[in-house]
């Protein structure tokens, strides 16, 4: 991690990093087009945001099942399990899976940008989109 003192190597970076050295990291990883969603990733944020242009099951089909996703999403060595434990973000983690995982990314987010006004995606933009925004990534 050339540029980063104290992080020469990936494995420097480790879990218990306190906030304050996980934003260096995150913010020096921006300067080679590289960004950090939370809690799970830009899809996610898309879906959170404007949950009902996204939770639109496809015709014929009755939506996300109520089957517990989170070792799908996550993976069975997932991290932060307890965050996913409370019903609102397990449901939108359901939904998680049944769009983003089950279908093809670019025609869900190309069908609930159908659903949103322009003054509705300007309205709404989230302030950790901006980056991406003036980003010119090699």
Not at 40 to 55: E, S, T, V
Not at 67 to 72: I, M, R, V
Not at 86 to 94: D, G, P, S, T, V
């Amino acid at each position: 991690m050339e540029g980063l003192k104290g992080y020469d190597e990936a494995s420097d970076i480790r879990d218990d990093l306190e906030p304050k050295e996980i934003r260096t990291i995150l913010q020096h990883l921006r300067t080679f087009g590289i960004f950090y969603a939370a809690p799970l990733d830009l899809d996610y944020a898309m879906l959170q945001k404007f949950q009902a242009a996204y939770k639109h099951p496809e015709p014929g089909d009755c939506g996300p099942h109520s089957s517990d996703p989170t070792n799908t999403v996550m993976g069975e060595a997932g991290t932060r399990l307890a965050y996913w434990s409370n019903e609102e973000r397990l449901e939108l983690l359901r939904w998680y899976r049944y769009l983003f995982m089950s279908r093809s990314k670019p025609s869900t987010h190309l069908q609930a940008l159908g659903h949103l006004s322009d003054g509705e995606l300007s309205a709404n933009r989230r302030y950790g989109c901006r980056p991406l925004r003036s980003c010119r990534c090699r």
